[in-house]
Structure formats: structure tokens, C-alpha cells
């Protein structure tokens, strides 16, 4: 295992990668998407260089959202094996994503506990995990989009992000397995929105249940899942954002055969709240201060 100080880390990357990564984003720019980060890497005592020299594409059965992203891997495994055939000395170095349809300017938790669960699985071939994050388009144009780059490490807690001072970009050809591109979404009124990422990150952590989905007829996203309550039962909930001109407002109901939550969901028709979260804290406390009426016969 390599011997790491703060810091002791470099990083070369190929502009023919990033002007693809840059494509992607520019066909992706209402949900997020990524792929995987390959090249060689070389260790000079307790320094470590790494050489970027191609990228894979998230792959055609990615699943999609504006604030969460999962990789074909399938797919992504076997475009890495086409390279590697004619390429033998390259590794899997890590893996790219975006936030710039989002605004969240830095690795959320979900994504900094995938990674040091993949830097630290047995399985996973070196000592370090490189992700490179896209978090906004650039105005100027120059780069197309703003990114930042993180190490993360065996057996270390903390998450090293690299000063742009320690990353250079170099003309080279980039590596290729011949990836064909998924269609391009068509746009929607999907913006930039900190509170979704603000609201997939508090479901996740409080109420994993909730999954963050889009509907299809309004294109706009809404969670989805069963929320436990003070009796034990679990009611379905549903928090859907509207669409609407200026700042987002969201909806909440909840399906349950018990007429006293019943008469809850009904008063919650038109009721609007600023984000998902506070809509489902609000609902799940009726619902159980209804629970709690009914069986003292309130």
C-alpha cells in the first residue's frame, strides 16, 4: 500500500477527454451524468502522478435524474475490456460526474460514501479512487464548464481535493472503445435547483425509502416511497414538485385505508411548501398526530 502525505498527488489529463466529458454534459444538461476515468498511473515515492488519458461514457441503460446517477456498468465493463486489449498498461482511476444541473457545488455524502466504499472494497485494484465533478457551466466558455478533482484513499477518512495548481492538461488523442452516445434528451424547463440536491441528500440519510423519480407527463421530479409512523404502519407518500413560474413549490399526498390519516391527506389537497422535505416532515406529523387522536379517541 502506498505511503501518502497531504497533498502528494498530480494529475495529467488529456483536453480531448474533458472536451468529451464537456459533450456530454452539453447533452445532458437537465439530469445529471458520468461515466469512468482510465489511464496509467505512476508512483515516485510518496508521490503519486496519474495520466488520464480516456474516458467512458455513462452507457444506454444509465439511469438518470437531476440530483442522483447510475452507471451502466455492464456496458462500461465491457467497453474498458475493448481498450484494454489494445491498450494492456491502463486502469480504472476513478470515475466523473455532474452537479452543474443542480448547483451543488461539491461531492454530495451519497457520493463520498460510494467512493470510499470503492477505494476500500478488496476487490478494487489500487491504493486510490480519482473523481472528477463538474459543477457549472462556465459563462465564458472557456473551459465549457467549471470541475474540480478528489482523491480518496485506502483506509483514509478524508477527502483530498487537488488544487487546480496540481492538474495539467495535456494534447493527447484519447483513448476510445468506440462508444456510441444515447440520444439526446430533449430540454425542459429542469433548471439548476439546490434544494433538490438539498432534499435527495436529507431522504437519503432520514428516509431512505423515498427514491427520487421524474414524471414523465410534466418532466419534473418527485419522491416516492413509504414513510414509517408512530404506530408501526407505513403509509405511501408521494412529494411532487409543480410547475409554475419563479421559485418551486411542492405537493404531498399519502395513500392509506385508515379514514383517520384519510382526513389528513384530504386537507393537504392544496397545501404548497417551499421544498419535498419540509412537505413529507409536515405530512408524517399530522399523519401521526391523527394516529395518536384516533387511538385515544380524541
Not at 447510475?70 to 494492456?88: K, L, N, S, V, Y
Not at 460514501?113 to 472494497?121: R, S
Not at 382526513?263 to 392544496?270: A, D, I
Not at 399523519?287 to 387511538?295: E, S
Request: glycine share 8%; aromatic share 10%; net charge neutral.
Amino acid at each position: 500500500m502506498f505511503r501518502w502525505k497531504k497533498n502528494d498527488f498530480s494529475i495529467a489529463i488529456a483536453r480531448s477527454v474533458l472536451e468529451s466529458i464537456y459533450d456530454e454534459c452539453d447533452r445532458f444538461d437537465v439530469d445529471e451524468t458520468g461515466g469512468r476515468i482510465i489511464g496509467t498511473y505512476n508512483q515516485k515515492g510518496a508521490h503519486l502522478e496519474i495520466q488520464v488519458s480516456g474516458m467512458l461514457g455513462p452507457g444506454p441503460n444509465a439511469d438518470r435524474s437531476p440530483t442522483s446517477f447510475f452507471q451502466d456498468g455492464e456496458h462500461q465493463e465491457q467497453m474498458f475490456r475493448a481498450i484494454e486489449a489494445t491498450h494492456p498498461e491502463i486502469e480504472h482511476l476513478g470515475n466523473w460526474h455532474t452537479h452543474h444541473v443542480n448547483g451543488y457545488p461539491t461531492l454530495s455524502s451519497g457520493d463520498k460514501t460510494t467512493y470510499f466504499k470503492t477505494v476500500n472494497h478488496r476487490n478494487h485494484n489500487t491504493d486510490f479512487f480519482y473523481a472528477l465533478l463538474v459543477v457549472k457551466r462556465n459563462t465564458r466558455g472557456n473551459p465549457r464548464y467549471d470541475i474540480k478533482h478528489f482523491f480518496f484513499r485506502r483506509d483514509d477518512n478524508t477527502v483530498y481535493e487537488i488544487p487546480h495548481s496540481q492538474v495539467k492538461i495535456i494534447d493527447m488523442p484519447a483513448l476510445s472503445g468506440g462508444e456510441k452516445n444515447a440520444p439526446t434528451p430533449a430540454r425542459d424547463n429542469v433548471g439548476p435547483n439546490l434544494e433538490r440536491v438539498k432534499d435527495q441528500e436529507f431522504f437519503s440519510e432520514f428516509y431512505p425509502e423515498l427514491k427520487a423519480l421524474i414524471s414523465k407527463p410534466a418532466n419534473l421530479p418527485y419522491w416516492k416511497g413509504t414513510v414509517k409512523l408512530v404506530d408501526g404502519s407505513r403509509a405511501l407518500v408521494v412529494a411532487l414538485e409543480n410547475d409554475g413560474e419563479g421559485k418551486s413549490s411542492y405537493s404531498i399526498t399519502a395513500a392509506d385505508q385508515n379514514h383517520a390519516l384519510g382526513n389528513v391527506t384530504s386537507g393537504y389537497k392544496n397545501r404548497r411548501f417551499p421544498t419535498a422535505r419540509h412537505a413529507v416532515i409536515h405530512l408524517e406529523r399530522d399523519l401521526n398526530h391523527a394516529i395518536f387522536k384516533d387511538r385515544k379517541g380524541v
